[in-house]
């Protein structure tokens, strides 16, 4: 998070103006920003699909996961640069931004196309424990992780596709 940071800091106008034109501006600069994001997803894919955590995995899960991981460093580049306009620590989204990678991680971890969930999302309030009885949010298993690749690797390869 912290390359994400350095970059927004030391291109703050070429950051806003991705940010900007991502969705806002004319049709050409718009195809283009998204050919570059996918051409970014394109190369974490290369990365997801090495990572032992991903064996087994088919081709459209790794670039769901690619194109997510693509999507959370806009947004947290986004956020950066939203708070630096308004004068603000950035401590706080960049820890956010740390544990919803770390969320993702966990989702990762436990990704099976066999056991991919279908239908309705399930509320959290109805969501059952192996024992069969439904359980209340605050009894859910919780976990910390630590993500299996390393997302220094990851942020590098934005930062080249970025810069």
Known sequence: MQLVAELVRSRPAHVRFLVRERHGGDTAVRE?????LDALAAKIDAVLVADPLSAGWGTADVTMLSRLLVGHMFMTASACLTTSLRGEDWSPVLATARDQLCLIHLGREHWQDEKRPTGPIP???????????????????????TPAIGWSVFVAVVVQVLV
């Open 32 to 36: 283009a920003i998204a050919a570059q």
């Open 123 to 145: 509320d959290p309030v109805r969501i059952r424990h192996r024992g069969g009885r439904e359980a209340p949010p605050e009894e859910l298993p919780h976990r910390t992780a």
